[in-house]
């Protein structure tokens, strides 16, 4: 009896537990496993709501591997996810190590820089069109006070796509960087006295030092970001509206047009369990990199 | 290897001064031990060594050279820490090689120097390992490891062995001890355990309140310590202190009345001292021998008798002032038994009323 | 191990019951939804933004007029969320009893024979209705969906800048020609080429490109589709000519930039800051252009030898089948389609009215810009590309316009593919 573990005991010993688990099970079924598994299923129909539905098998996956422009919205996905989760790792790093120091002040620069966080997705994305504006806005302003030539932003379908990157990294390096400082809190100020006394300057301490024992927290920022950035829709939908040229056109705004602009859910839902599997892929190889890096 | 030399050494956070005036001078090849109660400013009088922190006001000198305003990497030195400070996420090897490539050492030359510190602290065959599988000793020895690969001047040492069992750290005692004369480098270390101090140390630093109180060998410090905190803070059990006046002080005699044992002639020379001045008179409960034998003989009675088998302690405080001795082997004493205790004239400390010794003893 | 199993419930059987749990809260619910609402009529509105003061007396006049309706509105902001709506309550049987919508979306619910068809249950007469406004909502030959109003499209000009450039105002152009030589003195541009202000802004949204086209086509003598709407006919010789037309307006005479003033508009674009003296106008460019200080004027579109065209764009009344109220929905349309709220509605939005006889009242007539709406309406050919696929036709339509703009492709390739692309979606129905 003594070595039967508590994970391994008969269910009534830990009803209290399940009680207590079951509500949130309950919400965790309706919002998330069961639309996640209809639209499994959905994605093998060609159910629009409007007609019966029909069983299709993998028609729909045929179609989208034969789908040209299915194709350039998993390349736009793919330079948008990359563009950026590692420069707003890499800002948020190094504003959570200039920040973590004791300096005057530092609180309000802390929240200067998470500010963008909390503004409302919409609002910034007006913003930022304002900012990109080509004959009047301060972005071409500073581009031509440095002698740089204008650039039409958001109207070409070669910078369309930077240009939203841009303002998703200032979006969201804030949370990086909220991410890290709790992650710098972790480690013990002596082993930063330890690598001063062996001799490190501040980059081998940043490197050698820093960044290793960030690990972790970087996968998991790693992970949330290219979850996050692999599902944007918001800021297209009000930026460019996947033009110019579909250049900003990603697999979810391409799913929310295939499902209610043309009512083909089924051939949407396709799209969805292919970006869900994209997603899982993405995890996991992470996770691999991530423990073999750890070993 | 190298001389440590501190002149007029301050440290001030604020309003509060952590180190007021330190000078001192360690020899090259010294095992100098900083001790001191919690707060009295010896970690912080490292840190300044170390270059960790700046200091107020002072100088510090390395082998000669002012290094006062160099950075802590530019120093001649390597530092063990409390907790070691391993880089928990490289591997043994790495952790020692870390100071090697930070100087940009060639790959073959970090690899036999590796070798050779492992070597000393006998983690050969770890050297693959995190120091997550390391028990606190072998941690110990990586930080000791990767100390000794910078071949530094001089070594510092911050309470290396609180982490430790009691067991382990009377082994790793005599294993630094014996390092230091293998390496032969200066060694400064902080701990607040005086039976460290005592042990280790060719001389013994007692720092109290940001102050130095005594430099000295570990004898000297326990013969004559120089005021009341040092003595009491030197040998365990403590050393008893006795209220008392001064009778007379007249040439190589003083007389001294105290509780507990009356009027006492002890034989030293009373020039500081002079007749009503009130004196606190010590001594180590190792002096004490049971019977009167001795020329100072009072009684006390027992409130415990721990019997160590090599000896036996008793206490007999009074009116709240503790009061132990310690006598060799096994006598048969009982708790609330009255026994005659005596010791010898010259082993009784006398302090004035400021604290400081006034029967100094020539020949130790 | 085997005493567990028998003494309580494991862990899957937790999560059985949790998930019989919750289908049965939501058989629930469903239940719940259907009773109490039998006496309303329930009415989701898209008469927002410039028509919401408008929708807003049409609904107060009706709610006066018939108190026994018992009506109950929802106002959506944008098309798109009311479709989504629409498209779970059609599926979800909570669907309203009336709706106002844009028109193609009304197609694609009509396509899939869930709505009524209101040419038997109106008692209007469809013949007072303008029929370039009601093909709209014709589709397998039934009239499915009626329109409240249109917008048609005109050339809008900044009259301050057409009077600068030594242009006439009140003799805008009649053919292709003219109009390029219009597009072409009213740009501006400074030494270095910075575009100061563009002659005519073609387009700056997918839609726009698509409807600059279509004019021009229609210009040119083509059509988007074949008669029986079954193939796509864009990509014949006019179509290559109206593109190829935009084209040189854009690359060889430079009279905007690639890319100009593309993304949202409102008050900050181009020509309501001054910054395009020519555009493709509706009658929502009207108050816009007012309120940011514009002079602004309406022409009709020319076509390439003399002639005008444009198009019309209506909001459309539909009434799902399954409606519980139908009688009260067609109440409420047969109201709106009254003269007095067409002119009402017309007045108040500045949008041209469905009834004919509303189109020429004094009252509709009196306002300039109205009225010069309502006579370019009169310039849109009488049938539609009324196809259940049309959104989709507008977004390869609009990519091949600026591929083609963008020199991605050939006027002709761009065309082509689209059209090959075009012919795919009809095909399949």
């Known amino acids: 009896m003594p070595s039967r573990s508590a994970t391994a005991g008969p269910f009534n010993r830990s009803w209290g537990a399940y009680a207590f688990l079951a509500p949130a099970l309950l919400i965790l079924f ?36 034969a789908d040209g422009r299915f194709q350039q919205a998993i390349g736009n996905t793919m330079y948008y996810t990359l563009g950026v989760t590692f420069p707003t790792m890499a800002l948020g790093l190094l504003a959570a190590v200039a920040l973590n120091r004791k300096f005057p002040f530092r609180i309000v620069f802390r929240t200067i820089f998470y500010l963008p966080v909390l503004t409302s997705l919409i609002a910034a994305a007006v913003v930022w069109v304002y900012l990109y504006e080509p004959y009047s806005g301060p972005v071409n302003g500073l581009f031509v006070s440095l002698g740089l030539g204008p650039q039409p932003w958001l109207s070409s379908p070669n910078l ?40 490190a300057s501040k980059f081998s301490i940043l490197w050698r030092i820093t960044v290793p024992m960030l690990g972790s927290v970087t996968f998991y920022l ?64 992470g996770t691999k990199i991530m423990r073999r890096g750890e070993g | 290897m190298a001389e440590l030399e501190l002149s007029g050494v301050s440290k001030t956070y604020g309003a509060f001064n952590a180190l007021k005036d330190v000078s001192l001078e360690i020899a090259d090849g010294e095992f100098a031990v900083f001790v001191g109660p919690s707060g009295c400013g010896k970690s912080t009088l490292l840190r300044l060594i170390a270059g960790l922190d700046p200091v107020s006001e002072g100088q510090i000198a390395i082998g000669g050279k002012d290094v006062t305003s160099r950075q802590a990497g530019q120093r001649p030195i390597a530092m063990v820490f409390q907790n070691y400070a391993l880089y928990p996420h490289m ?53 000791i490891a990767r100390a000794i690969v910078r071949k530094p001047g001089i070594f510092l040492m911050d309470e290396p062995l609180s982490n430790l069992d009691a067991a382990l750290r009377m082994e790793m005692r005599s294993e630094l001890t014996q390092l230091h004369r293998r390496l032969g480098s200066t060694m400064v270390y902080v701990t607040h355990d005086q039976l460290e101090a005592m042990t280790m140390a060719d001389r013994i630093v007692v720092l109290n309140g940001g102050k130095v109180e005594q430099v000295g060998p570990p004898m000297e410090l326990y013969h004559n310590p120089a005021n009341l905190f040092v003595a009491g803070f030197i040998g365990s059990p403590p050393m008893n202190f006795l209220a008392g006046t001064v009778r007379s002080a007249e040439g190589a005699t003083v007389s001294v009345e105290a509780a507990r044992i009356g009027v006492v002639t002890l034989p030293f020379s009373g020039e500081h001292l002079s007749a009503g001045d009130s004196v606190t008179l010590g001594i180590r409960p190792e002096a004490l021998e049971l019977g009167a034998g001795r020329q100072v003989q009072f009684s006390v009675v027992p409130e415990a008798v721990e019997r160590l088998g090599l000896h036996t302690i008793v206490h007999a405080g009074e009116e709240g002032r503790p009061f132990t001795a310690l006598f060799n082997g096994d006598p048969k004493l009982r708790a609330g038994e009255a026994i005659n205790v005596s010791v010898d004239g010259a082993s009784v400390k006398v302090f004035d009323a400021d604290g400081i010794l006034r029967s100094r003893r020539a020949e130790v | 191990m085997e005493k567990q199993n028998k003494t309580g419930l494991n862990r899957r059987q937790l999560l059985l019951g949790v ?91 009509a396509a899939a024979d869930r709505m009524l068809d209101l040419g038997e249950a109106l008692s209007v007469s469809i013949d007072d209705l303008d029929p370039s406004l009601l093909a709209y909502g014709h589709i397998n030959g039934a009239q499915y969906s009626v329109p409240m109003y249109g917008t048609s499209r005109g050339i809008g000009f900044n009259r301050a800048h057409v009077v600068e450039a030594g242009l006439d105002p009140e003799n805008p152009p009649k053919t292709w020609a003219e109009f390029r030589d219009w597009a072409i003195a009213l740009t501006k541009r400074q030494e270095s080429g910075f575009l100061e202000r563009a002659g005519f802004s073609l387009f700056h949204n997918d839609l726009e490109a698509w409807e600059v086209f279509t004019l021009f086509l229609q210009g040119a003598g083509g059509k988007l589709l074949n008669d029986d709407l079954s193939a796509p006919s864009f990509a014949g010789p006019e179509g290559v000519k109206a593109l190829t037309f935009l084209k040189g307006l854009l690359i060889d005479d430079r009279v905007s930039d690639l890319g100009f003033g593309l993304g949202p508009g409102g008050l900050a674009s181009p020509f309501n800051t001054a910054r395009a003296a020519m555009i493709i106008a509706g009658n929502y460019s009207t108050n816009n252009a007012l309120r940011a200080g514009i002079e602004f004027a309406v022409a009709p579109i020319p076509m390439e030898n003399g002639g005008f065209t ?4 209506p909001f459309c009344y539909a009434i799902p089948r399954d409606a519980k109220n139908i009688e009260g929905a067609v109440a409420f349309v047969e109201f709106a389609l009254s003269p007095e709220q067409q002119v009402a509605f017309a007045v108040e939005s500045k949008n041209v009215p469905v009834l004919k006889s509303a189109q020429q009242d004094p009252a509709v007539q009196a306002d300039p810009y109205l009225s010069k709406f309502v006579e370019t309406a009169s310039y849109a050919p009488q049938e539609a590309p009324a196809i259940p696929a049309f959104s989709r036709m507008v977004t390869i339509i609009a990519r091949a316009v600026q591929e083609a703009m963008f020199g991605r492709a050939s006027v002709e390739d761009a065309l082509s593919a689209a059209a090959a692309e075009v012919q795919t979606i009809l095909d399949r129905g």
Do not use: C
């Open chain 3, 19 to 109: 998930a019989a749990g919750s289908l049965t809260l939501g058989l629930g619910g469903s239940i719940g939804r259907a009773f109490g609402q039998d006496q309303q009529l329930v009415f989701w509105s898209q008469f927002a933004g410039s028509k919401r003061v408008a929708g807003e007396a049409l609904e107060a006049a009706f709610k006066e007029a018939h108190p026994e309706r018992n009506l109950v509105s929802t106002l959506y902001a944008e098309p798109p969320q009311l479709n989504e709506k629409i498209l779970t309550s059609i599926n979800g049987n909570t669907a309203p009893d009336l709706f106002v919508q844009h028109w193609d979306y009304n197609l694609t619910y």
């Open chain 1, 160 to 199: 369309a796509m930077m240009a939203l990157i841009i303002m998703a990294v200032w979006r969201d390096f804030g949370t990086a960087m909220i991410i890290y400082l709790a992650g710098l809190q972790d480690i013990p100020e002596e082993i930063y006295e330890a690598a001063r006394l062996d001799g």
């Open chain 2, 91 to 143: 591997s043994v090897y790495d952790n020692i090689a870390f100071p090697l490539q930070m100087e940009r050492r060639p790959k073959d030359e970090i690899r036999a120097e590796v070798a050779k510190a492992a070597q000393i602290v006998q983690l050969s065959t770890r050297l693959q390992d995190k120091p997550s599988k390391l028990s606190g000793g072998q941690r110990q020895r990586v930080a």
């Open chain 3, 310 to 313: 444009s198009l019309v764009d």
């Open chain 1, 30 to 65: 309706l919002s998330l496993l069961l639309p996640a598994i209809a639209t499994i299923g959905m994605s093998f129909t060609d159910i629009s709501f409007l007609r019966p539905a029909n069983w299709v098998g993998l028609d729909n996956y045929f179609r989208l591997m």
């Open chain 1, 222 to 285: 790693m992970i949330i970001l290219i979850v996050q950035s692999f599902q944007v829709f918001g800021a297209i939908y009000v930026m460019t509206g996947g033009g110019p040229l579909g250049s900003t056109e990603t697999i979810v705004f391409q799913m929310y047009q295939t499902a209610f602009g043309y009512t083909e859910f089924g051939y949407s839902a396709a799209m969805s369990t292919v970006l869900f599997f994209v997603i899982l892929l993405f995890s996991l190889v």
